[in-house]
């Protein structure tokens, strides 16, 4: 007995060493996030070939203050908090919840992660010192007024509470979940899905108000929306009308084309007026071959999704488009304007997103049907594109009007088939690369704003033949701001009868 305790000791520490190293290891294989080589290699080339994309060079970059995860706190639809809960947080200390020395696990990287897709990157003034009721009671009557989603708990999951100075609560605002969390119809909320927050009608009607408690005139509206647009949608050098349009728009028409958007839909920056983009879930991400609607950046391993999730906060503004900036401010200024994520944070954020899966749609229709709808599925074309067991085939589908070059159908994978939507998102703005990414049709009973820019918001409509008519007016997003606005393009399944179609639906909202 006594010889083999002597013999286990060693055994022991060999074996912690060998773990220590370990994790050494998984430390030394974080991907260098801003690695301008890597960032250049994943980016598609736009539509107009030589405008070159140019990130911030690394040495500015690195200087650009790093994020600090401080613990949040629900945030309450106010009236709906727990009694004396705004006095309970401006007695609490601010505190730090992510230490890169304690992660030790995929599943410690994992909960990390979920900390940082919650951590907002703007703060904004909430509460100092005292509680204002009035305040409050406004606020709600707004949030009401606008339909603010709000979970059964009373929670809204868009929102965080930081405490970052004991005695000061402030409202974090452009975490990850601000896209991604939804609410359910039964109050429950699920992140990382086609979040359901009402972006464009908050911001069109921020603009509104403005205008109007200014008393602008018109002509000083429209300067005023064009200097906001240019950084958001400006792309110089395109031609086209919509272009223009952010550089030249006619405020009333600019703000209603804001309030038409549906929830799911949003006018992201590097998008243009009048072509939002639906936002995407982010389930079985971790399988999928490119990211953004248009394909924008190849997804090669988890560097590139942490390169992505940085370009969408914000980080593309600083890109140079063939010398045009969206943001022109020195770089002096950008280091005091800017924060970003440690490789550290951003590599937690993409493992917890790499752990996403869909929700399973709990109303299925009785499995005679599915079967009946698989088979049309598989019969059909629509397997062509939408192949199982992702239910997308991996490639991009080019836009009408663009043809791929022989350099691209070298280098990507290109579908031979365009489905002949309206191409302006993939065309007209900084995003366009002259293709749309094929979707995936897994979770697609539980989004709400389909296709690329969210024109329709049920099956039954995507597959309702008049949608194609000129006289149509969808449910989803409308350029044409509540006037007829003919939804193009993918006509695959219009022409089924009232049965097959049923079973179709019925097998789509089983994925």
């Known amino acids: 007995m006594r010889h083999k305790k002597i013999v286990f000791i060693p055994a022991i520490i060999i074996a ?25 290699s994943a980016h598609l080339p736009l539509v107009n070939k030589s405008i070159e994309v140019h990130p911030i060079a690394e040495d500015i970059y690195k200087k650009i203050p790093e994020r600090t995860a401080y613990k949040t706190y629900p945030f309450y639809m106010p009236g709906r908090e727990p009694k004396g809960y705004y006095e309970w947080l401006l ?7 992510f230490d890169v020395a304690k992660l030790k696990t995929e599943e410690d990287w994992i909960k990390a992660g979920e900390l940082i897709y919650e951590m907002p990157q703007n703060f904004d003034r909430f509460i100092d010192s005292a509680v204002n009721m009035e305040e409050l009671q406004g606020m709600a009557a707004f949030m009401t007024s606008i339909h603010m989603p709000v979970s059964k708990d009373g929670t809204i999951p868009f929102f965080q509470i930081v405490v970052r100075k004991k005695g000061k609560i402030e409202v974090g605002t452009f975490a990850c979940g601000n896209c991604h969390n939804k609410v359910m119809p039964d109050g ?3 992140k990382g899905a086609q979040g359901n927050y009402p972006f464009d009608k908050i911001f069109g009607g921020g603009l509104l108000a403005n205008i109007q408690e200014s008393k602008m005139a018109d002509s000083a509206a429209s300067v005023m929306l064009s200097q906001s647009f240019r950084g958001l949608f400006g792309a110089p050098w395109i031609e086209h009308e919509s272009q223009e349009f952010v550089k030249k728009p006619e405020y009333k028409r600019a703000i209603a084309v804001l309030l038409a958007t549906v929830p799911g839909v949003m006018h992201r920056h590097s998008s243009t007026l009048g072509a939002p983009t639906a936002i995407p879930d982010l389930f079985n991400l971790k399988e999928r071959k490119y990211l953004d609607r248009t394909g924008m950046l190849l997804h090669r391993d988890i560097g590139d999704l942490m390169r992505y999730a940085v370009l969408n906060q914000e980080m593309d503004f600083t890109n140079s488009y063939g010398g045009f900036k969206p943001d022109t401010r020195p770089d002096s200024v950008l280091l005091k304007r800017y924060t970003r994520f440690s490789d550290a944070q951003a590599y937690a954020l993409s493992k917890y997103i790499y752990s996403l899966r869909p ?20 019969q059909d074309v629509c397997i062509d594109c939408h192949t199982p067991p992702l239910y997308t085939n991996n490639k991009l589908t080019p836009v009408l009007g663009f043809v791929p070059s022989k350099e691209d ?11 002949e939507t309206d191409p302006t998102l993939a065309l007209y703005s900084r995003r366009g690369t002259g293709y749309y990414k094929v979707p995936s049709l897994i979770g697609v009973w539980n989004r709400q704003a389909l296709m690329h820019s969210g024109y329709v918001t049920s099956l039954e409509e995507m597959f309702n033949p008049a949608r194609q008519k000129d006289d149509f007016i969808p449910s989803g997003f409308n350029p044409n701001a509540g006037q007829p606005f003919a939804v193009k393009g993918h006509s695959f399944g219009l022409d089924l009868n009232v049965e097959d179609k049923k079973a179709l639906l019925a097998f789509l909202r089983s994925l």
């Open 359 to 378: 929700l399973p749609n709990p109303d299925k229709a009785p499995a005679e049907l599915i079967a009946k709808g698989k088979a049309i599925f598989e």
């Open 16 to 40: 912690g060493l060998f773990l220590v190293s370990f994790g050494l290891n998984n430390m030394n294989d974080i991907p260098i996030l801003w690695e301008i080589s890597k960032l250049k």
């Open 409 to 419: 159908k070298t280098r990507f994978d290109i579908s031979d088939i365009c489905v």
């Open 91 to 97: 007695k609490q200390e601010p505190e730090l919840v």
């Open 188 to 190: 429950s909320v699920v």
